[in-house]
């Protein structure tokens, strides 16, 4: 089991791009680009493939420390490809989908889980949650930019 045996979905937010799913994807999946776009990554390591792969571990350089990060899943067809990431002492999840929602628009969703446990949940959502939720605002919105700036080969 790659990801958290049980969670509880803590976040969840979502925002549509001007931009298709294959550009989209190499934008948020890419870890190359992840120090760009989502706040608080300083940079990233050990990074073995562009793309995630399932069981694959890279360190992530944070502002307040360090955190080892492995790819906890993934499925895709033509119009929906999801992901997920989950840290290595198994606290946190962080699922990432996106959906073509029209010509040349993808939406990408992204939901924060936690480890289900009535203590942590409780914790977690007074003092934590207001926190994560803004940082992931910021990020969706500098995701924006990085995805204009993608060009794919061909």
Known sequence: ?????EKAKMISLSREYAADIIRMF?????????????EGVQHVEGISHVLP????????QMEN????????SYAHDD???EFSETDEAKK????????????NKVKLTIDY?????FFQQALFTLL????????????MTRLEQVVKEIKLPG
């Open 1 to 5: 089991e790659l990801g958290l045996p």
């Open 92 to 103: 946190n999840s962080t699922y990432y989908t996106l959906e073509t929602t029209g010509d």
């Open 128 to 139: 934590k949650k207001k926190k994560i939720k803004e940082e992931l605002k910021r990020s």
């Open 113 to 117: 889980y936690i480890r289900k446990n």
């Open 53 to 60: 792969r399932v069981g694959m571990r890279f360190r992530c």
């Open 26 to 38: 190499h934008a948020a999946g890419n870890f190359n680009y992840r120090s760009r776009w989502k």
């Open 65 to 72: 420390g360090e955190e080892m990060i492995y790819y906890s």
């Open 79 to 81: 119009d929906r490809v």
